[in-house]
């Protein structure tokens, strides 16, 4: 049976798509090209045929991941915005979920220290995300949902860190419990209190 030539496109997303593979099984820092090569079925010069350098890897990777996870953006005007927002991070974990990768990915030394331009790529990113947070707390506020002293900047800053330390956490647990379930549990511990304190009864 004669072989199906793939197209240089095909190629390159299953180049990203092993190294995604292999760096939730290997863990980034341990990647190499030679992995990715015999993954793919490929030689390292073809995987150089199709990335200059093994950043440019990188950075392809970052794309795809930034793509999962900045594609959900919330209009700030919803009618509930703290509904809305558990629905943002239940989606976010999702994506998480579907690619364990990412936690390795985003706290390894490719990211942080030898790749700037995927740093840049995921600063970005994260500052979307919680642009559009901040502008569902604010909204919150606006409808009395919000505690007046929570400052939506801060409230925004809370949540996103909390996703990354649970998502963090499942990783480091080795994905013992469900990341969507634990995530909004304790995202709603934290919304909850955000909220306008109830008056007490006399």
């Given at each position: 049976?004669?072989?199906?030539?793939?197209?240089?496109?095909?190629?390159?997303?299953?180049?990203?798509?092993?190294?995604?593979r292999l760096a939730g099984d290997?863990?980034p820092d341990r990647l190499t090209t030679q992995h990715l090569a015999?993954?793919?079925?490929?030689?390292?010069?073809?995987?150089?045929?199709?990335?200059?350098?093994?950043?440019?890897?990188?950075?392809?990777?970052?794309?795809?991941?930034?793509?999962?996870?900045?594609?959900?953006?919330?209009?700030?005007?919803?009618?509930?915005?703290?509904?809305?927002?558990?629905?943002?991070?239940?989606?976010?974990?999702?994506?998480?979920?579907?690619?364990?990768?990412?936690?390795?990915?985003?706290?390894?030394?490719?990211?942080?220290?030898?790749?700037?331009?995927?740093?840049?790529?995921?600063?970005?990113?994260?500052?979307?995300?919680?642009?559009?947070?901040?502008?569902?707390?604010?909204?919150?506020?606006?409808?009395?949902?919000?505690?007046?002293?929570?400052?939506?900047?801060?409230?925004?800053?809370?949540?996103?860190?909390?996703?990354?330390?649970?998502?963090?956490?499942?990783?480091?647990?080795?994905?013992?419990?469900?990341?969507?379930?634990?995530?909004?549990?304790?995202?709603?511990?934290?919304?909850?209190?955000?909220?306008?304190?109830?008056?007490?009864?006399?």
């Amino acid at each position: 049976m004669a072989r199906i030539r793939k197209s240089a496109e095909d190629r390159k997303h299953e180049i990203v798509m092993a190294a995604i593979r292999l760096a939730g099984d290997i863990g980034p820092d341990r990647l190499t090209t030679q992995h990715l090569a015999d993954a793919v079925g490929l030689t390292q010069p073809a995987i150089f045929r199709h990335f200059a350098t093994k950043s440019d890897i990188w950075l392809a990777v970052g794309e795809y991941i930034a793509k999962a996870l900045g594609k959900e953006q919330a209009d700030p005007q919803v009618d509930n915005p703290l509904d809305c927002l558990r629905d943002l991070v239940f989606n976010h974990l999702g994506s998480i979920a579907r690619t364990p990768a990412i936690p390795a990915i985003l706290f390894s030394r490719e990211l942080h220290v030898e790749n700037d331009q995927l740093r840049q790529h995921f600063e970005k990113l994260m500052l979307s995300r919680r642009e559009n947070f901040t502008g569902l707390f604010a909204k919150a506020r606006t409808d009395g949902e919000l505690a007046p002293h929570i400052a939506p900047e801060d409230a925004a800053a809370l949540v996103l860190a909390t996703i990354q330390g649970i998502a963090m956490r499942w990783s480091l647990e080795n994905k013992t419990f469900d990341l969507q379930t634990e995530g909004i549990r304790l995202i709603t511990c934290l919304i909850d209190g955000f909220k306008t304190t109830p008056p007490r009864a006399i």
